[in-house]
């Protein structure tokens, strides 16, 4: 009974392959936010009473505390950011406006820690995410610098409205039904 208590820590890994951001070092916890976005349907024989509810999106976001904010880490965390480099040296640089976050978006997957790398029963995958939220860094004397980064899931590529799983799933990605 007690292998159904989870513990919370977990890593994520942003992006796939060589590329990829794995995060590893949090300070305060990952969130996972899903929330359906729903339409009422009122009949008039209810009044105002909600006879149903419908499913008309998704707000689905993973927050995570970074514990290491050096140049590569914010570089490859914040994908709104562009990187300007020339004769050693390297900047990030806001990009210009009407730049698509969905152009700039990957896959972001949470594994708890407690298990082994090729469990990922309990993994959470987000098909496409982007960061989107504002960048907050503290440089105080008695606390540890986070940068807390706030996922945000868009529908995958070649996603069908009229279909599941075109944002989001818990446990095995490979698993069918």
Known sequence: MSDNIKLGPCKLTYGTGQDALVIDKTIGGVTLSITPVLKAI????FGESDYDDRIVGWKV?????????????????????????GAAK???VDRKLGTSMRGLAKQLTLHPLENPDADVSDDVTL?????VNQVTLGYGFENERVLRVEFKAYP?????PGAKENFFCIGDPSAAA
């Open 90 to 92: 390297a900047k990030l």
């Open 61 to 85: 976001c993973v927050t995570a505390p970074m514990a290491e904010t050096d140049f590569d880490s914010i570089k490859s965390a914040l994908t709104y950011l562009q990187e300007v480099s």
């Open 127 to 131: 098909f496409l995410a982007a960061p």
């Open 156 to 160: 995958k590529a070649g996603a069908d």
């Open 42 to 45: 009122q009949l008039d024989q």
